[in-house]
């Protein structure tokens, strides 16, 4: 559940109310004008402006208060803005879970590839991705954010918002292992297979890093991790 970096706002990723995609999924009442509730715009932020704070109000409140807690009010409250003007973005809480977190993912996705596209090499490459995947600090809001929605019961359509999501970062794993594997920087390994393990390998540094544990204290689970995938990616013959 990558997290670590926080940056500028993204397109929303889901979408519209009422409307079924092309899986057959029905994504909500969120955006129908009819069911949303009347908002006060004086002095509100409009656009993407009102989006972004909303956004970034509301990752820092469910990392704050969790999700059973969470009421609009807060978000509203934390973002300067009304509460019908949340409601108006958002809908329903469920809803407002899910689009939270494809917002974050997707921001961290846009900042991820600007920094790969500067990267000299795939090694250099799968330094950020470890770096962009574990949480920096033992508070990281947008980790904390994967693990309260992931925490929830999630309908047909929820499920496949969450596993497109993981289904992401596993998708842009492989390809730099594939692009280092066709320069021979590194070894033939399977690259489903690969992957899965470095992920949960990930993963559960992650958890550590989130519980707090002693053993991060004076050793970086970013190093850590990195070494780790770079001896099996390591090709034959070299040191």
Sequence with gaps: MPTSETGPAVPDRLPPAGVTGAEGVDTGAARRPAARVPIDRK????????????????ISVI????????????????AGMSTG??????????RLLLEVLAWSQADLWDRFQEAADQAASPGEKLDLFVRFYLP????D???????????????????????????????RLEAILREGRE???????????????????LS???????????????????AFALAAL????????QG
Excluded: C, N
Excluded at 85 to 94: N, Q, R, S
């Design 141 to 171: 809001e947008r980790y904390a954010l994967w693990t309260q929605v992931l925490a929830q019961r999630h309908d047909e359509a929820g499920r496949r918002i969450l596993t497109e999501l993981l289904d992401g970062w596993d998708e």
């Design 183 to 201: 320069l021979g920087h590194f070894a033939d390994v399977d690259l489903a297979e690969f992957t899965i393990r470095a992920v949960a390998m």
């Design 63 to 78: 990392a704050e208060k969790g999700t059973a807690a969470l009421r609009m009010s807060d978000i509203a409250a934390r």
């Design 136 to 139: 920096s600090h033992q508070g």
């Design 85 to 94: 003007h949340i409601l108006y973005h958002f809908g329903k809480k469920d």
């Design 43 to 58: 002095r509100q932020p409009s656009g993407d402006e009102a989006r972004e704070r909303a956004m970034r109000a509301a």
């Design 204 to 222: 559960g540094l992650s958890e550590d890093v989130m519980f707090g544990r002693s053993r991060w204290q004076h050793t970086s689970p970013h």
């Design 230 to 237: 770079e001896r099996e990616l390591r090709p034959a013959g």
